[in-house]
Structure formats: structure tokens, C-alpha cells
């Protein structure tokens, strides 16, 4: 088994995609997270949705966890706009994080995506061919299929 | 938005279950990682499915990658027999990184929740009543609720 047959279709958002957007595809499609292309389609890096979660908190509750029950319905409004006024490129981790940019190519074995999601801690990586992303794999996508052979045999 | 309403049903494993079947249950879920239970069926800590796969990977892989590609189908035998040989207890991250177990209360707010989440770098939380688990919620299913809101008012 090859990365090519393991990927599967992945919504792709730019640096000037804004987060609110993001934010829905991560939730609509229920995933780990996002692949960042720039401008020219090439895969930049991966957007995790833990990343993600932690602009939708108030510097406030972050700094003191137990004003977080305070937090009411009505301030949701507010965070609803301003992830709307902030782009991926504002939200991205700092760029020692992305060093490590969890691309594999179309050929690599499962054993060899296996070994950079551990390295690089990425909750999944895309499968780029020629320059271009063709789709993505997940931890659990990649479990599963490490384990589909033993049931085929048996 | 209380976690109650946001819980929902997880497969629970204890330190006792093999991890081949905690594999194949994160895999055939889709699921970032699954609740793991001490004997009383109270909740002990979260197995990240990114630790078991670290389990996949033989020793020889994770100290030089570029032997990654030689691996090859037969030796997958040996890796669900070592899997199944192998408990939950075995393959837990150290003590030291289980010393904020991600668990809240029904009663917990979507901010409380995804704090927690940020602040502990966990995949999922576990929502606990009386000492029993519930259920739990991940990354992305507080994303869509946080953003749920929205639609609603438009």
C-alpha cells in the first residue's frame, strides 16, 4: 500500500482564507485540520484544528481558565466577527513550528508516512504529487489501514 | 451550550485491553483517540491514536526514517502479533504528561471545554457525571457548535 491509495480528498484554504471559514470546514467535515496552500497552490503547511480553537478563546480566559464560566452566549457575536476579520496567515503557528512540513509523495510505504506523522506530531499529512496536493492521510485513516492486511489473511 | 449537550458516545478501552483492538477501534471510528478506564470504570487518561501509532513503528524505523521505505508487507505480521501481545497500559504516554487528565463536568461550558483543550493539547475531552463517563467531545465537533450559533442568528 502506497500514500497515493491512502489519500483521501481534503478541503484546502490559503494564507488570505479567513479563519472563520477554516473554522467551519474543520467542524462541517469533522477533521483534524486543514492543509495551507499559498498563493501559487502549493502546500504550505498544516493548520491544526487545536490551532484553530485557541484564537476562538479570549486573551482573558486563557490567562485566568476560571473566567471561562462567566463567558455568555451574547459575546459568541463578537467572536464570530473577529474570526472573520482574521486570515490563516494570522493564526498560523510561529515559523519554527512549521520547519517540518508533513508532505509525503505518492509512492511513500505506510511505514514511511507512519514515521513522520510521529516525528513531526501532525494529526495528519498531505500527499503532494508534482508540486500539486492530491489529498490527505489521518492518524485513524493510516491505523486503519495498517491493520486491514491481518483481517485479509485471516 | 452545556458539555452534555456536546458529548457524545466514545469507545472506552481499560489498561488491560490489547492495543491491536485499540488500534482498529480508532481506525474503524475515525476517532483521534479513545478514553482510557481504570478497572472501577473511572477515567484514567486519553490514548492519543498518534501514541499508538508511534507503537506501529519498530525501534529501527523511528532512530533512521530513510529505512522506512524498505519495510516491507510480510513484516506487518509481526507488527499486529506485537500489537496484540501488547496492553493499553504499555503504550501510555509517560505519567508525567497524564497530569492534566482532560475531563469536564455536564455542566461545563463550550469555552471551559475548549480552554481545557488548549491548554492540554488533547484531541478530545471526556465528560464525566458522578464519576462515570458519559462521552466525549473532540476538536472539531466544538468547532461546528461555536460556530453554530451564527447561523442561527442570520
Not at 95 to 115: F, G, N, S
Request: with cysteine.
Amino acid at each position: 500500500v502506497r500514500a497515493a491509495e491512502l489519500s483521501e480528498p481534503f478541503p484546502i484554504v490559503d494564507l488570505d482564507t479567513d479563519v472563520l471559514s477554516a473554522a467551519r470546514a474543520i467542524g462541517a467535515g469533522r477533521l483534524p485540520g486543514l492543509i495551507v496552500c499559498d498563493g501559487d497552490g502549493r502546500p504550505h503547511t498544516i493548520l491544526p484544528g487545536s490551532q484553530v480553537l485557541r484564537f476562538t478563546i479570549p486573551a482573558y480566559v486563557l490567562d485566568d481558565p476560571a473566567l471561562a464560566r462567566v463567558y455568555d452566549d451574547a459575546r459568541s457575536d463578537r467572536l464570530m466577527k473577529d474570526l472573520a476579520r482574521r486570515t490563516v496567515r494570522d493564526v498560523l503557528p510561529a515559523p519554527h513550528d512549521r520547519d517540518h512540513l508533513p508532505v509525503v509523495d505518492p509512492d511513500a510505504t505506510v511505514l514511511e508516512v507512519a514515521a513522520l506523522m510521529v516525528r513531526v506530531h501532525s494529526p495528519l499529512v498531505a500527499v503532494v504529487d508534482d508540486g500539486r496536493v492530491i489529498g490527505a492521510i489521518t492518524v485513524s485513516r493510516l491505523l486503519e489501514t495498517l491493520l486491514a492486511s491481518d483481517a485479509d489473511e485471516s
